[in-house]
Structures are given as C-alpha cells and as structure tokens.
C-alpha cells in the first residue's frame, strides 16, 4: 500500500494535467468480479489534495450503487402480529448501495444548502417515487433501514490523510451487493460552505462465469429457475437423510 502511494504521488508531481487540480482521486480495482464464491469486496480510494487547502477545507467521499426499483410498505401491527400493510410507495431509482465518508466526524458545522446542491448525506438524496406521498421521509428512512440491515448503507466511514496531502478511504460491499456501475464523487468544500473541487470515479461490480449464468437464468425463466432450487433443496435433504441414516 505504501508503494502504491509513494507511486501515486510521484505521478502527481510529474503529469502537469493532474498537478493543476486542487482535487485528485483514483480507485484501486474499478472492476470487481462476483463469483459463486464470493463473500464481499472492497472499494478502496486513494487520492491527493492540495495541502494549502486541507486546513480550511472539508473532504467527503459518497459512494452510490446502480439504481433500482423497490417497493417499501410500512408494518402494521394487528391483533399483535406486525404485517406488511397496504400502503406502499414504489422508489423507482434508489441507489442500490450508499456510503459515504468525511475527514472530519460529523458534517453539522457545513452549511446545509451546500450539501443539499450537492446530494451529500442520505437526506439529501433525490429519490424519485411513483407517486406523491405526505410521508416520504418516512418511507426513505424505511429504505435507509432496509440497506442498513444487509450492509448496502454506510456512513461511519473516515477518510485516513497522511501528511494533509495523501489521503486514503475504504468502502465494505457485502456479498450481496448489487451489480452494475458505481459512482465515487469527491468533494473538497470549503469552511465557508463553498465548492472548491470535485472528482468522479466509477466501479463495475458484475457477475461471471456460474454466478452470471445462475442470475441471468433466474432473471429470464423465475418460475423454473424457484422450481430447480425447490428440487435441489428437496434431493440435497434426502441424500443427506440417507447418508446419515445409513452411518
């Protein structure tokens, strides 16, 4: 890691295009392969601001996921039992993953309007949905709840800076992180609630070999692909019945 840094900086140094840039970011592997094996991955972000600026200036990182289609229905609580009730909104493109980081610990000290024109922080995300609805916070908090418990939202993460020049952050995708492009933006603000810079970088998270074919089969015929699985669940418990029967 600390060669790729010293690398990364010396190319700074060098490429007169990058050194005029206040801003500069780069991710380590912007292809990520899902396989039948795999258990999760890294984004990893490492990147070089001007140290003139660090002291006076905010840096924050926000990672977005492929969007998707999901519908949300609030619980409702009958005769004891909670419920899926009728009413339901339908987000038809929330970021499949969220997570973003800072190098300060929380963002209250920044001036709101700013993060709103920049969709900083899960609150201000634009979400659109299919419908009007007086209740949407509640809704998106729903959502926000919904990632949370499969790791799809993160936003304790910090920015490691090395010298207030270098810095480094590190996003955790769990194993069952969606697929498709996903969107890294930087962005170096200043105390006083302004734009100085910003970088955009994406990652490919895609399926190959078995875990490809698997997914675009369940995709394109559901009804065998549920029938199959129901089958091999059913032969996996009988053979192994057996085999244990028979020790």
Known sequence: MKSFIVIFLFLFQINQSWARELLLTDVVNKDINITASFDGAKIIIYGVVDPKLYKDSTLIINVMGPSSHLKIRKKENYAGIWIAGKDEIIFTDAPGYFASASNINNLESID??????LNIGWDNLIINTNN??????DYKNLLKSYYQNRGLY???TNID???E???????????ITPTGVYNVKSFLLSNNGKLISSWSNNVKVSKEGLAEGLSDYSIEHPFLYG???ALGAILAGYIGSEVFRRI
């Open 112 to 117: 709101n309007s700013i993060l709103e024109e």
């Open 132 to 137: 009007d609805n007086n209740n949407l916070d």
């Open 154 to 156: 993160q936003i304790a």
């Open 161 to 163: 800076v090395l010298g």
């Open 165 to 175: 020049v270098l810095f480094r952050a590190e996003f955790i995708l769990p194993a």
């Open 227 to 229: 029938l199959l699985a």
